[in-house]
């Protein structure tokens, strides 16, 4: 089983649209948890960290369901920047692993 | 602030060559870096983590001999990829965390891709 699992999608979602993604983790004792997005041929760049109170940043939303160990992402109001694949990621005293992420296009 | 360079930023060199990857912290000292490897619509996979002057810890799976990592100073890594084949062509990328505020998260190089022929 892969420590951090999520819907690889592909999410093809017109303009304006809300998309939510999910991420599942197995190592309960992860202690810090992040939404990376990663383009094309890119390496990855934070998006956000995740709390358990939940936070929000703009359009984006993180959950974090520890009892659960549950993660997910909301997006509002798509743009078409917002077209790229998104990773679930653990950290754990310096030990950070990544989902194989879920790939998002906006489409007009 | 917290920038990481790589260099180079792609590679295509012939079986059998060796390739050296370089990972820079531009203004900070980072105390561990790590090096990843990500391959086509795959998540990164965590090769080595290494800290300043001393040897790298290795995942299972890595091969110490063929993939050498030097952590020389407290702003460069070298990753040096031994008689490549067509099967390491990947992508690798490095990242770096330093000291106090710094320990709790990674900053990430740009990437090497390295496409070996």
């Known amino acids: 089983r892969k420590e951090v699992e999520q819907d690889p999608g592909p999410f093809n979602v017109p303009e304006g649209a809300t998309v939510a993604f999910n991420c599942t983790y197995s190592?309960?004792?992860?202690?810090?948890f992040f939404w990376y997005r990663q383009d094309c041929r890119k390496e990855p760049k934070l998006l956000m960290s995740v709390y358990s109170s939940g936070n929000e940043d703009g359009r984006f939303t993180a959950q974090l369901n520890r009892a659960s160990q549950y993660i997910s992402l909301l997006i509002r109001d798509s743009k078409l920047s917002d077209s790229a694949t998104y990773l679930c990621v653990t950290y754990n005293n310096n030990d950070m692993r990544f989902g194989a992420g879920t790939r998002l296009t906006v489409k007009p | 602030g917290a920038v990481v360079s790589q260099h180079p930023s792609w590679v295509i060199c012939k079986s059998g060559t060796s390739v050296k990857i370089e990972c820079r912290s531009l203004?900070?000292?980072?105390?561990?870096m790590f090096w990843y490897r990500q391959f086509p619509k795959q998540s990164l996979m965590l090769m080595a983590t290494s800290n300043e002057g001393s040897k790298a810890t290795y995942e299972q799976g890595v091969e110490k001999d063929k993939f050498l990592i030097n952590h020389a100073s407290l702003t460069l890594s070298t990753l040096t990829v031994t008689s490549a084949h067509p099967e390491d062509s990947s992508f690798y990328i490095c990242?770096?965390?330093?000291?106090?505020?710094?320990?709790?998260?990674?900053?990430f190089g740009p990437g090497t891709r390295l496409t070996v022929l």
């Open positions: 990242s770096a965390s330093g000291l106090g505020s710094m320990t709790d998260t990674q900053y």
């Open positions: 203004d900070f000292q980072a105390t561990t």
């Open positions: 190592n309960s004792a992860s202690q810090s």
